[in-house]
């Protein structure tokens, strides 16, 4: 399989900015790379079939435009590599390390043999190459926080839009009870099942391909949605079906303009908001639905 490479040079100041560019355009991956004291590169993968021609003007037209943002974006240039699967791996591995990502959850890539540092670390194995979700994108980073602070021992979980499986995985290790997964994307199904079985769970955690939770009748204690508006603006009137009473829902992928029609639509769909967390322009909601005496 051939990869294509999009560096993007800019600083410090518009690392974030420049990440969410990547990361909305699709990227399967962003590593950092200092290039001198005012310069960053931020690398990310595409594969093959993702469409270069059209995206890369696209790309830096929307890098350039952050300086009508109020960012300095630096050199804002952006430059693409093409890379077979063995090159893609091995400059993946040379930045991918075992990360420390909330109080208890530490990821960690497959091929590192990470040690635990503290009694009740709780780690993730991933093998991040297949699918979104290598845990260090922030809008996972609002998810993992939210289900760490949220759930209880044995609650059930559905996981919409699973990717990687990594929400899934930190809420069985978080101590959840029956968990299913969902995604529509074939590859994602399929990279959620190994990481899930990379962690020991392939008899805890049920893993299928799914549009949304269409047709599905399954009610759970905890639904969770890290997805950008297009998908998770649906799921919210469709998921009241799949909650249990006083169950929440926990969304992330929220740019931060579409935090209003989000909330909006929660607050239309029974629910009420318990959390808004903020990490760079991205947002995460915790959410219950509405109880009687309320
Ligand atoms: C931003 S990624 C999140 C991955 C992972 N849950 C995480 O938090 O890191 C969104 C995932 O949702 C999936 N997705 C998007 N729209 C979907 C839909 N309508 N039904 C099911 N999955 C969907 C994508 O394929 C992708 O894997």
């Given at each position: 399989m051939e990869w294509t490479e999009i560096s993007v040079l800019t600083n410090d100041e518009s690392q974030d900015a420049v990440i969410n560019i990547l990361m909305e355009f699709g990227s399967l991956g962003v590593e950092l790379d200092t290039i001198d004291k005012d310069t960053l590169s931020i690398n990310s993968y595409f594969p093959e079939?993702?469409?270069i021609k059209s995206k890369v003007p696209a790309i830096q037209s929307r890098v350039s435009q952050l300086a009508e943002f109020g960012?300095?974006?630096?050199?804002?240039e952006v430059i693409t590599k093409n890379l077979n699967d063995d090159k893609w791996n091995s400059e993946w591995e040379k930045y991918y390390h075992a990360k420390r990502i909330t109080k208890f959850l530490t990821i960690s890539p497959v091929w590192e043999n990470y040690i635990k540092e503290f009694d009740g670390e709780l780690v993730i194995k991933l093998?991040?190459?297949?699918?979104?979700?290598?845990?260090?994108?922030p809008t996972t980073v609002l998810c993992l926080q939210a289900i760490e602070s949220v759930i209880r021992e044995n609650e059930s979980v559905l996981d919409v839009?699973?990717?990687?499986?990594v929400l899934s995985i930190a809420a069985k290790l978080l101590g959840a009870g029956e968990i299913s997964a969902y995604d529509y994307d074939d590859d994602a199904v399929d990279s959620a099942k190994k990481n899930v079985a990379l962690n020991g769970f392939e008899n805890d955690i049920f893993v299928d391909k799914n549009s949304?939770?269409?047709g599905i009748s399954k009610k759970a204690d905890i639904i969770l949605a890290n997805m950008l508006p297009e998908a998770v603006l649906p799921l919210i009137p469709q998921s009241i079906n799949n909650i249990n009473e006083g169950g929440k829902i926990i969304i992330s992928g929220i740019i931060k303009d579409k935090l209003a029609v989000t909330i909006e639509t929660l607050e239309n769909n029974q629910y009420v908001v318990d959390q808004v967390s903020t990490l760079g322009d991205w947002r995460g909601i915790i959410a219950h639905l509405r109880r009687d005496d309320e």
């Open positions: 079939d993702f469409d960012l300095n974006p630096g050199k804002a093998d991040p190459k297949k699918a979104f979700g290598t845990g260090v994108h839009g699973t990717g990687s499986g949304l939770l269409d």
